[in-house]
């Protein structure tokens, strides 16, 4: 087999280019026409790579910029890894790849930087896509989940990754069946990231510092439009969670049946439609 990473961006019109952001050798994709749509992993070591399924879809209306966040994926680590650089890293990056502000999807851990961040520089986007994160209310690991994370930081092995993606998805098998070349390449290029020493630092920075509860007037100060999106069976932060702040922050909940915590690996067709609902309302909030 080619080299997982290539196996799982095979026959998706997208280039890739290396930028200097922030003192970080970035990796980031880039392809499709339209206003520009940036999509920012969460907490895996494969970093926007597992955002393949929906890029064919997504690319049809909207110019895609899919980083690779310092320290994962093929990203080199930034030399001081906190908040504060991270956000000098995202704003360089809008700055380097889009011509007008982007509309931002964050899923997961990585909701937690960018909406700190919206807080601070939401000049920086036009709409905002909250999906599937911790931080946006208050949140705690689900034990099961904390020590099967755990056995895979300390061994990235194919048995220790199965108990991990049996807790993410609603249903694994059923997502291995949609492409298992894909699946597969997928899995084996993160257990082989996980593996490396900058990525096994990011990630052991990343659980605490992205699973911290953002305040709430923080929250409300927010004036981005702002959605949020879910899958209703999400292990990792379960909707409980995206409707009490949808309830809390006047914020829209859009949810993809038949998923776990990652539905655009897992029902890519209902993700795009939901993100779609997403973007359609956030445009509304925009006009009014």
């Known amino acids: 087999m080619d080299h ?23 990796v980031v994709l880039e392809g ?4 520009p749509l940036l999509l920012l992993h969460g907490g895996i070591e494969s970093g926007g790579a597992y955002w393949a399924p929906v890029v064919s879809g997504l690319a049809q209306s ?30 360089e990056l809008v700055q380097s790849t889009c011509p007008e502000e982007p509309t931002l999807i964050a899923h997961s851990l990585l909701g937690n930087l960018a909406t700190r961040l919206v807080t601070r520089r939401g000049d920086l986007l ?27 930081a300390l061994r990235p092995n194919e048995r220790n990754q199965e108990r991990f993606e049996r807790r993410a998805f609603h249903d694994l098998d059923r997502a291995r069946r949609r492409d298992p070349e894909w699946f597969e390449a997928w899995s084996a290029y993160s257990r082989a990231r996980a593996a490396v020493p900058h990525c096994k630092r990011t990630m052991r920075w ?11 007037d923080h929250l409300h100060s927010i004036t981005l439009p702002t959605a949020l999106l879910w899958g209703r069976y999400d292990r990792f932060v379960s909707l409980d969670h995206g409707e009490a702040a949808s309830a809390r922050l006047g914020w829209t909940l859009h949810v993809v049946d038949d998923a776990g915590h990652v539905p655009h690996v897992e029902q890519p067709e209902a993700f795009q439609r939901a993100l779609g609902a997403a973007l359609t309302r956030t445009s509304a909030v925009t006009r009014r």
């Open 4 to 26: 997982p990473r290539e196996k799982l961006l095979d026959g998706l019109a997208l280039t890739e280019r290396r930028l200097e952001l922030a003192g970080s050798s970035t």
């Open 32 to 35: 499709g026409d339209g206003p």
């Open 62 to 91: 909207h110019r895609l910029v899919v980083p690779d966040i310092p320290g994962l994926g093929e990203s080199e680590p930034l030399a001081r890894l906190d908040s504060g650089a991270w956000a000098d890293w995202f704003a």
């Open 126 to 152: 036009r709409r905002f896509v909250i999906y599937g994160a911790p931080a946006i209310g208050p949140y705690r690991m689900p034990l099961g989940l904390r020590a099967v994370a755990i056995r895979f």
């Open 206 to 216: 990343l659980i605490p510092h992205c699973t911290k509860e953002i305040p709430g």
